[in-house]
């Protein structure tokens, strides 16, 4: 074992209202999203507004959950100024810190006293880049393609030189532990410029790398599909069955992937990670919780899983099918529509599908975040016990938390 063993921060994604919510239920220790469309994935979530700034702050502060906004696409002249303001208002409203790749960023950020993180963009793989970035930032992010043994000695460098940042701590180091994994260095992709001239740099990444394609013979014509291989589509990065190794490296921050999914994915994936990460401190980590972890992570959404470059493989695990390879999904069933607070009672307007007794259920809302139960009764809008319902009517079910009129109902289902 290479250094002590600490408990890393995990790093949420808070794609929406619901994901931030989700992502503090789950046990996120920080939370990262994105503002107005300087940050990559501007096409794929519900994007915060600098006028949302201090909310989310004050909201997070509340649940001692730090707050990171990625401002960390390229940056034109145009942008500057919004570039400026959105790192104006992050200071004043409380944000922690900006992660950035575009040098503009950080050039503000260090005039204007905004602590920086410095994004994977920027493809850090040694340490004299990591001792260059110092002066501008505390955190940085490693490429996504070094291995375990390569990320270890750069730690073991920052300790050695002892490399502080504007804080004056030791730089802390970042890795991606958990979700999807681009085919480009460290992300850097011009697949859908060149195809859909929208720039994965910019935000506007349209993802055709996940879809199948067609190999033709430009001699003879011929034409092969590519069949059962998503071959520029990597599975997802899942690193909890070695998390005791990527501690072991002394990695300060575990990043999980994920803005445009949905709160369950974030509740559970960062539930998953929190509990191991303790399991490490306590010296309870071993093969049966990381069983049960890996069986609980398959549930929400997945391409399927593979370890990374971390352990030294050479080249990707890709992709055998299109899409989720989720063990369950969720059917969308209707809304909530009022609370009981004295009962402990929730009303819903089922609009789609069949609810029964019995039935699996969650919750996601803006305020609520994500919440999964068990239908164990319910009444009808006369109050009479009933043993299912469907779109159109009315309904009455226990549940723990107040639900609010902005909230859904999903039945999980056997995918």
Known sequence: MLYELKTPEIMSPAGSKEAMMAAIQGGAHSIYFGVEQLNMRARQTNNF????????????????????????TIIYDHD??????????????????????????????????????????????????????????????????????????????????????????????????????????????????????????????IQNCRRTYVVTDKEEGYELEIDNEYIMSAKDLCTIDFLDQVVAAGVGVLKIEGRGRAPEYVYHTTKCYREAVEALADGTYNETKIADWKERLSKVYNRGFWDGYYLGRQMGEWSNHHG???????????????????????????????????????????????????ANEMRSDD???????????????????????????YKIVSA
């Open 324 to 374: 989720s390879a989720a063990t369950e999904k969720k059917v969308y069933l209707g809304k909530g529509v009022k609370y009981f607070d004295r009962a402990g009672v929730g009303e819903f307007l089922i609009e789609n599908h069949e609810i029964r007794v019995g039935d699996r259920l969650m919750i996601t809302g803006p305020t609520t975040g994500y919440h999964e139960f068990v």
């Open 383 to 409: 109050g009479h016990a009933i043993e299912s319902a469907t779109g159109g009517t009315t309904i009455s079910i226990p549940v723990e938390i107040k639900i609010r009129n902005s909230d859904k109902l």
């Open 80 to 205: 500057l100024s919004l570039m400026r303001r959105i790192v104006d208002q992050a200071k004043e409203a409380g944000i922690t810190a900006v992660i950035a790749s575009d040098q503009a960023v950080m050039n503000y950020c260090r005039k204007s006293g905004m602590p920086l993180h410095i994004s994977t963009q920027t493809n850090i793989t040694n340490i004299e880049t990591v001792e260059f970035y110092s002066a501008f930032a505390d955190v940085v992010v490693m490429s996504r393609e070094l291995t375990l043994r390569q990320v270890a000695e750069i730690v073991r460098e920052i300790k050695r030189r002892d490399i502080t940042g504007p804080s004056g701590e030791l730089i802390r180091v970042e890795i991606f532990a958990h979700g999807a994994l681009c085919m480009a260095v460290s992300g850097k992709c011009y697949l859908s410029l060149h195809s859909h001239n929208a720039s994965a740099n910019r935000g506007a990444c």
């Open 49 to 72: 507004l600098v006028s949302d700034l201090e909310e989310v702050a004050k909201l997070c502060a509340s649940h001692q959950v730090k707050t990171y906004i990625t401002l960390n």
